[in-house]
């Protein structure tokens, strides 16, 4: 114990740690402990909250919107998740290739990353609106369009920030793996896959996730390009709106008029952690099982 306390860096480190450490207790780890209580009451204000058991995760499993949003949700992430991976494979490979101009070709994919979520929402709705006025329909009609729409959107922000990361892991392939590759007479195609590829795991591992949790957290661009539209009323007078995600699915039902809306929103939010949280960490044990030890 007397070594640890020579180095005044160690000795004075729980000052500088303290308020980072007190920082993310106050913002994320009381409230998402209350966030879970609250998940079991039925409440208009906090202080008023009062405990009804499971009542509000019966509800929330129950609610057709919310059966809806997870599966759309669902399809949303596994299509955004192979497409944006692959173009920014794709894009970072050819950029690694000797190309005059990759470095500002770098910049011109990364910059869409710059924008904020609900700019990028409505500028791309005045975009596709554009588009489709010569077809007499909006992007608001139709939940195909609404779909792809979002997609494309993802992808034109998303893609030039995993570029950056799969860079990265294609600048440490070792060059003696890609001269003995050469030398064995392998092809182009047989050196990405055999060579290039599981070198570069370590990056897909990181990629997939962020594309995967990225596709399931998604809210200020569904919110700006579609607001959930267009509607469904079902027979018993329940609307769904088929383009809404998850996360906007939670934010309309908290603010929904009922009394036990914020409650049931509440029970809705910690599923869909567990189901995020889920998702990722079998996501991440699965690809780093593939990752090659140099």
Known sequence: MKGIFKNPLRRWSWLFMGPIVAAFAIGFVWPFIQGIYLSFCKFRLIRDAQFNGVDNYIAAFADETFTHSFWYTALFAIVSLVLINVLAFTVAYLLTQGLKG????RTVFFMPNLIGGIVLGYIWSMIFDGILSRYNTSILLETKYGFWGLIILMCWQQVG???IIYIA???AVPEDMLEAAKIDGA????TLFRVTIPNVMPSITICTFLSLTNGFKLFDQNLALTAGQPFIIQPDGTTIKTTEMLALNIYNTFYGS???SPGVAQAKAVIFFILVAGLGLAQLAFTRKREVQQ
């Open 187 to 190: 092809t182009k195609s047989q």
């Open 161 to 163: 920030y995993m570029m």
């Open 258 to 260: 009922s009394s036990t």
């Open 169 to 171: 892991g294609l600048q």
């Open 102 to 105: 990759s470095n500002l070709f």
